[in-house]
């Protein structure tokens, strides 16, 4: 995404949210913050609550704060001095006719700082999974809920599920790559995942041995999946993801396990981790893999998406507090036809069943 309009679409959203105003952001623009691809999308739908719409006059205000200007047209539509966005505000009640349902209560990405949700099809399709059993609703209903389902798939909803990559102009990780490890990387990996454990509240002490002896195991006949993040030839933080098994995996979904994920103290708390897991996932997805396993504390797992693996039906082979292992679809429904018992790649040293 062109990092210049982006920092323009901030701008405005920051504007609106201290209006009291948070947007829901559609269409095309929506996957450009998703993708972080440039698709040329200079008109950013925003969906706000019909009562907010109806004050023209202060959304014009907060407009002009930030350099727009309405176009002469019934609707609000507005465009920067440069034409390099245009923003369409629409009402709740326009959009939900053409889902044929209100808009989700919750959405799978949200954006603080400034805040703004995206509706991704995925909010939809889990919305629709939702209502198709729903003993409430009729059969013709369930039935077009069902037809929607079909087609958000035949649309590729996965492409939906990629992170948000974009930055703007005065982002700390705007300088940093995301690159597949290389053999020179190896000592300097080590060095960050010790330092990265020696304050953890919780560690084997031995992180770096766990990673080697993946990287030359090939668990499950898989090489493991391992990225690093750098500024210039500098490694700021590290991930892993490597094969697994699910003891009834009727689909032959592939499995595997995320971490450690690992970032440099000296460049936490800016989104580094955050940024590491979503490329893991992205390239999981390509790799074939349908379902990823975490270990660690939830509060952190959670916001990823990542959840209790009982509620799937999955549990791991060997102890563990429950809370503590999760797992994450990377596409709909990839554990509706797996479950049962979850294997570690032996590399990791668990007393399993």
């Known amino acids: 995404m062109d990092v210049k309009r982006y920092t323009q679409f901030e701008q405005l959203v920051r504007s609106l949210n201290e209006a009291n105003i948070t947007p829901i952001v559609s269409g095309g623009f929506a996957l450009e913050i998703l993708s972080g691809y440039d698709l040329d999308s200079k008109l950013a739908p925003l969906i706000l609550n019909d009562d907010v719409i109806d004050n023209e006059l202060m959304i014009e205000s907060v407009m002009r704060t930030v350099g727009f200007e309405r176009l002469d047209m019934p609707e609000l539509v507005f465009s920067n001095t440069d034409d ?18 209100k808009l989700p209560g919750q959405f799978i990405f949200t954006h603080t700082e400034p805040e703004f949700h995206v509706l991704t099809t995925y909010d939809l399709y889990n919305l629709f999974g939702h209502l198709i059993g729903d003993p409430d609703r009729s059969e013709k209903l369930r039935h077009g809920d069902a037809q929607k389902l079909r087609f958000m798939k035949q649309l590729g909803y996965i492409f939906d599920r990629f992170p948000m ?17 290389g053999d020179k990387d190896f000592d300097q990996v080590d060095k960050i995942i010790r330092s990265a454990f020696d304050d953890a509240n919780y560690s084997t002490g031995e992180e770096e041995q766990l990673v080697r002896r993946l990287r030359a195991g090939n668990p499950f006949g898989r090489k493991p999946i391992e990225i690093v993040a750098k500024r210039g030839d500098e490694i700021l933080g590290y991930v892993i993801v490597s094969a697994a098994t699910v003891s009834d995996n009727r689909t032959g979904t592939a499995v595997g396990v995320v971490g450690p994920v690992v970032v440099d103290p000296l460049h936490r708390g800016c989104g580094l981790g955050w940024r590491l897991v979503e490329e893991a996932e992205i390239v999981a997805r390509f790799a074939g893999y ?24 999955v549990k791991p082979a ?11 679809e990377l596409y709909p429904s990839a554990l509706l036809r797996t479950n049962g018992t979850f294997r570690f790649p032996d590399e990791w040293q668990y007393d399993q069943e």
């Open 165 to 181: 990559r974009q930055m703007n102009e005065t982002h700390p990780l705007l300088d940093v790559t995301f690159e597949f490890l």
């Open 290 to 313: 349908g379902v990823l396993a975490a270990i660690g504390w939830p509060g952190y797992w959670n916001q990823f998406g990542y959840i209790r693996s009982t509620e799937f039906g």
């Open 84 to 101: 390099t966005l245009s923003v369409a505000f629409m009402p709740q009640s326009a959009v939900e006719p053409l889902i044929g349902h």
């Open 318 to 328: 060997f102890e563990i507090t429950p809370e503590f292992f999760m797992v994450k």
